[in-house]
């Protein structure tokens, strides 16, 4: 079955600073991987996508990721962080199965500090 | 676009009523997904529908929760009777759909409070 890992609950960053937000995955085939934001009191929100060629891709509000298929990764960057980059994260999965259902992971809190 | 379009934005209902949560996708879209997040559970997929049919309802907690798509533009999920255990942010979501990996937009959730 299709799964993702979210290592980490929090992570703290100063601002300015750059800032990695792990995810791990396990696929049966090809993976479709995202990267989703959830502002307080919103719904989630789309940042980027990985569907096949350059292994790093760009997306919403400076961020990117980086796939890395031998260490089965999809970390979300940022260069230099904004307090409003503060939010919580979620990485997700295609299921192979289902071409429309993707698996979210647990969400990681990220935290800005001024 | 409006984006997803959720009522109402909150709800607070006695143990046992039924309530019935709305959602309207965005216009073109094919898929549409049903959503419940909690602090304990985080975000769980409930139902989804793809063209108006549903395709995977696994995610449905019990028989109490019940969801509907009549038509390409609206979808209701029907919870009766209502337990305190309920008490969840809803979330509707829509997808272009399809054989590639569309993103999903979702739309500002509906709080529901079961006293």
């Known amino acids: 079955a299709q799964s993702v890992a979210q290592p980490e609950d929090q992570v703290n960053v100063a601002e300015g600073n750059p800032l990695t937000v792990k995810c791990t995955y396990s696929?049966?085939?090809?993976?479709?991987l995202f990267w989703y934001v959830q502002y307080p009191n919103r719904g989630l929100q789309f940042l980027l996508k990985?569907?096949?060629?350059?292994?790093l891709v760009k997306g919403s509000y400076g961020f990117e990721a980086e796939f890395n298929k031998s260490q089965t990764s999809f970390h979300l960057k940022k260069p230099s962080a904004l307090v409003s980059d503060s939010a919580l994260y979620f990485c997700?999965?295609?299921?192979?199965?289902?071409?429309?259902?993707?698996?979210f992971g647990k969400g990681t809190r990220l935290h800005i500090l001024p | 676009d409006a984006g997803v379009i959720q009522s109402p934005r909150h709800e607070v209902t006695e143990m046992g009523q039924e309530v019935t949560l709305r959602c309207k996708p965005i216009?073109?879209?094919?898929?549409l997904f049903w959503y419940r997040q909690t602090m304990m559970r985080g975000l769980e997929l409930l139902i989804y529908?793809?063209?108006?049919?549903?395709?995977?309802d696994s995610g449905m907690p019990e028989d109490r929760f019940s969801a509907k798509m009549p038509n390409a533009s609206f979808s209701t999920l029907k919870i009766q009777p209502s337990e305190p255990r309920d008490s969840a942010v809803y979330f509707c979501?829509?997808?272009?759909?399809?054989?590639?990996?569309?993103?999903?937009?979702f739309g500002p959730g509906t709080r529901l409070t079961v006293t």
């Open positions: 990985y569907i096949t060629g350059d292994n």
């Open positions: 997700a999965v295609r299921d192979g199965n289902r071409d429309d259902k993707i698996i």
């Open positions: 979501a829509s997808s272009l759909g399809g054989r590639l990996p569309y993103e999903q937009y």
């Open positions: 216009s073109g879209h094919n898929s």
């Open positions: 696929v049966s085939g090809n993976p479709y």
């Open positions: 529908f793809n063209n108006n049919v549903p395709i995977d």
